[in-house]
C-alpha cells in the first residue's frame, strides 16, 4: 500500500492545493509549494510535520484583512512511527475535504 503521507500530497496537488508543510514539534514552515518533490523532501525531513492543504482567497476575503491563502485541510504526520506501517496520518481535520480524501486512501 501506497504511504498515507505520499498519497496525500498527490491528492491535494491533484485537487488544486497548495500545500503548507509545517514542523509539526517547533511549527516553523518548511515548504509553501505546489511541487509535489519540494512537499516530499519537507515532510521527509523531519520525524513530526503537518501538511496544510490551503485555497487561495478571495478578494472579499482579503479586503477583510485575511492572509492570501487559508487552511481546507490539516493533516499530522509521524514518520518513523514505532508501529508498522513504518509513518501514518495520526490526525486531521474533521470535515468534509479530510474525510473523503481519507476514505479515497482506504479503497487503495
Same mark, same amino acid.
Given at each position: ?6 498519497? #496525500? +500530497? ?7 492545493? &497548495?500545500?503548507? +508543510? ?5 511549527? =516553523? ?19 513530526? %510535520?503537518?501538511? &496544510? ?15 492570501? /491563502?487559508? @487552511?481546507?485541510?490539516? /493533516? ?5 512511527? =514505532?508501529?508498522? @506501517?513504518?509513518? %501514518? +496520518?495520526?490526525?486531521?481535520?474533521? #470535515? ?6 481519507? #476514505?479515497?486512501?482506504? &479503497?487503495?
Amino acid at each position: 500500500m501506497q504511504k498515507a503521507y505520499l498519497h #496525500n +500530497i498527490k491528492a491535494g496537488l491533484a485537487a488544486g492545493y &497548495r500545500l503548507c +508543510i509545517i514542523d509539526g514539534e517547533e511549527g =516553523d514552515v518548511l515548504a509553501k509549494t505546489y511541487s509535489y518533490k519540494e512537499a516530499k523532501e519537507a515532510v521527509e525531513c523531519m520525524d513530526v %510535520t503537518l501538511i &496544510r492543504w490551503q485555497t487561495e482567497t478571495t478578494e472579499a476575503e482579503r479586503a477583510d484583512g485575511a492572509k492570501p /491563502f487559508k @487552511p481546507v485541510a490539516v /493533516f499530522a504526520v509521524a514518520l518513523e512511527y =514505532d508501529k508498522e @506501517p513504518d509513518e %501514518t +496520518i495520526y490526525d486531521m481535520s474533521a #470535515n468534509d475535504i479530510a474525510e473523503q480524501w481519507f #476514505n479515497e486512501y482506504l &479503497r487503495l
